[in-house]
């Protein structure tokens, strides 16, 4: 049996007290009093809260697109299952970007988990030790714009069903990362 770790735990409660009270009002000893632990073991994992949020949403992203590839898990399938994430963690989300001035951050370290991950998923899968320099910056430019537009839809500025958002991310997507994720 795996157990939780203190992070994960941690975690799990401020996921928690974000579903009843806005993210800026969130303190570490709501988070800890909330699940048990004392702030000592707070800032032994974490920074702060915004780097609690961070290795949170990390954890997810990372463990989708590393799952690509494995087991017949298709890019289309990581999409869909990345946006069923935000779909079932909208209210959260919202919370994050209207109660916090982290909107723009958020964007911009998705975009960066994005562009890692998935740069480590093409490495790996075809034996690279380095991305060509298009292929790099059209990888950025996609995870960039991509993350821009997931944002969005949290938000609700675009009325589009989950199957239609990553229809638009296929279309999008530059040619010269298809050959490497289709």
Request: hydrophobic share 35%.
């Amino acid at each position: 049996m795996k157990r939780k770790t203190a992070k994960e735990i941690l975690a799990e409660s401020f996921r928690e007290l974000a579903e009843k009270k806005d993210i800026d009002k969130i303190t570490v000893k709501d988070i800890t009093s909330n699940c048990g632990y004392s702030p000592a073991t707070f800032y032994r994992q974490f920074s702060d809260k915004y780097d609690l949020i961070a290795w949170d949403y990390f954890k997810k992203a990372e463990f989708i697109v590393t799952n690509v590839g494995n087991n017949n898990y298709p890019w289309k399938q990581a999409q869909i299952d990345g946006l069923k994430y935000y779909e079932e963690n909208k209210d959260y989300l919202k919370n994050l970007f209207l109660h916090t001035s982290g909107l723009e951050s958020f964007i911009h370290y998705m975009a960066e988990i994005h562009v890692t991950n998935i740069s480590s998923y093409i490495l790996k899968k075809f034996g690279m030790s380095k991305l060509d320099k298009k292929t790099e910056l059209c990888l950025r430019l996609y995870c960039y714009s991509s993350a821009q537009l997931i944002c969005e839809w949290i938000l609700g500025k675009h009325k589009l069903k989950l199957d239609e958002l990553v229809d638009i991310f296929d279309i999008s997507m530059p040619v010269p990362l298809k050959k490497y994720l289709f």
